[in-house]
Nanobody, 124 residues
Framework: VQLQASGGGSVQAGGSLRLSCTAP????????MGWFREVPGKEREFAAG??????NIDYADSVKGRFTISRDNTTVYLQMNNLKPEDTAVYYC????????????????????WGQGTQVTVSS
C-alpha cells in the first residue's frame, strides 16, 4: 500500500492546517490509520490514530483538544488547529492491516505501511 500525505505548509502560531492521506487506487476499509510526526534528532512519535470504522480514536496528550483525526473509506485527515511552534515536524501517515476495530495502535512497529511525510512548520 503506497500512502500519500499532503497538506503541510508554513503557518504562524495559532493557525490551522489540514493534512490528508490517501492510497491511490485503494480503500482503507481493513486498516487502522495513524499520524506520526518526527523532528530531526528525535524519535518519530505518535500524534493521532483512528480505528477501521472510526469508532475509536486516540491522541497524544500534546495534541489533545487541538488536533482532530477523521476518515472516510479513501482518505484520512488530520485537522490541526491552534498550532504551536513545537508542532513543527514532518508528519507521516501510516496504515495497520488489522481485523480489530476495538483498539487504536500507538506504536510505530504496529503499522505496516507509511507515507512519504509532509512538512509542517509553525513560526512564533
Amino acid at each position: 500500500v503506497q500512502l500519500q500525505a499532503s497538506g503541510g505548509g508554513s503557518v504562524q502560531a495559532g493557525g490551522s492546517l489540514r493534512l490528508s492521506c490517501t492510497a491511490p487506487g485503494r480503500t482503507f476499509g481493513s486498516y487502522g490509520m495513524g499520524w506520526f510526526r518526527e523532528v530531526p534528532g528525535k524519535e518519530r512519535e505518535f500524534a493521532a490514530g483512528i480505528s477501521q470504522s472510526g469508532s475509536n480514536i486516540d491522541y497524544a496528550d500534546s495534541v489533545k483538544g487541538r488536533f482532530t483525526i477523521s476518515r472516510d473509506n479513501t482518505t484520512v485527515y488530520l485537522q490541526m488547529n491552534n498550532l504551536k511552534p513545537e508542532d513543527t515536524a514532518v508528519y507521516y501517515c501510516a496504515a495497520e492491516f488489522t481485523w480489530s476495530d476495538s483498539l487504536v495502535s500507538t506504536r510505530k512497529r504496529q503499522y505496516d505501511f507509511w507515507g512519504q511525510g509532509t512538512q509542517v512548520t509553525v513560526s512564533s
